[in-house]
């Protein structure tokens, strides 16, 4: 950002073109390039323009010279030709030299923003904070934590995010029933399930998201209800649901061996347990891997803090 930041204050039309082989893993291309369309729109920043994905790029490894002819050979077969070229990095002027263009270094000390890309790659979660939470957002990887009513998942979501360090998410569905007093339509679930996945994304791109956000409830859950409340549900419920698959990197089922306790709105214990049954054969209709979740809130925790060290921490 700093690079394009300089350069967009001396240019009037900027080009960027982003390619790698191989490509980054979980950052491929296309990510990256939405990135910075994201970070740098159109409307506010119209002489940036995104170059299109050129063929077989030469791997990353291969001679500067190889590049060189491959980023001439292709900018001119674009009618591409800059007067300019900016980077921070050693091997700038030569490459800019085959262009025929003037080299401007920027920051190549790394004394403005002491950090390069291989260094963020390696430890991408120690190193946050020189990333916009936009970007950073896209390795917080998302744990759902499920259950039936009075199983524990909002006490449990909220001790997550506070010994993690993180971001946690309500359960939206409670506010939208409280809000309409239980009366709810397929619409409403519909309203429920898109909001709760907006809290998490919101959450993600939070300053305070570290590695992990932990939700309490998905879309399938929502589903569920819908069906069970109205014996319907809205075909975009039905897509958000299905998308729970990969939307989540863990996910966690409290058990039910906590005492029930009413506050107003849930049902009895005998209805917590047929609730249970339905989210678990859900969860294995969906063919999605899960940990069950027993004992008090702090071996709970403890429990998860397992899990996730077993993974070896990565998001």
Known sequence: MLLL??????????????????DFPGMPGPLRRGWIRALYPARLFPGLELLPDAPQPPLNDAPDAVHREYVRGVLDGWGVRPDA???????????????????????????????SGTALRADVHAL??????????HFVRRVVILGAESTGKSTLTRALGEAFGTTWVREYGRDVYEREDGALTPTH????????????????????AHKW???DTDAATTLMWSHLLTGAAHPDLRALADDCRARYAHTFLCDTDLPHEQDGWRANTEVRAVQQAF???????????????????PERVAQVQA?????GGRA
């Open 5 to 22: 930041d300089a350069a967009l204050e001396q240019c009037e039309r900027l080009s960027v073109w982003v390619y790698s082989r191989p």
């Open 85 to 115: 070229v900016f980077t921070s990095e050693e091997y700038g002027a030569a490459f800019a030299a085959s262009l025929g263009a003037a080299h401007v270094c920027v920051d190549r000390v790394r004394a403005a923003v002491p950090v």
């Open 128 to 137: 946050r904070h020189f990333l916009d939470p936009l970007v950073y957002a």
């Open 189 to 208: 679930f519909l309203e429920i399930a898109r909001g709760h996945r907006a809290l998490e994304d919101e959450a993600a791109q939070s300053p305070g």
């Open 213 to 215: 956000v932990f939700s």
């Open 279 to 297: 989210i678990r054969q859900d969860l294995e209709a969906r063919g999605v891997p899960f940990t069950v979740l027993r004992g008090s809130v």
């Open 307 to 311: 899990t996730l060290s077993a993974t």
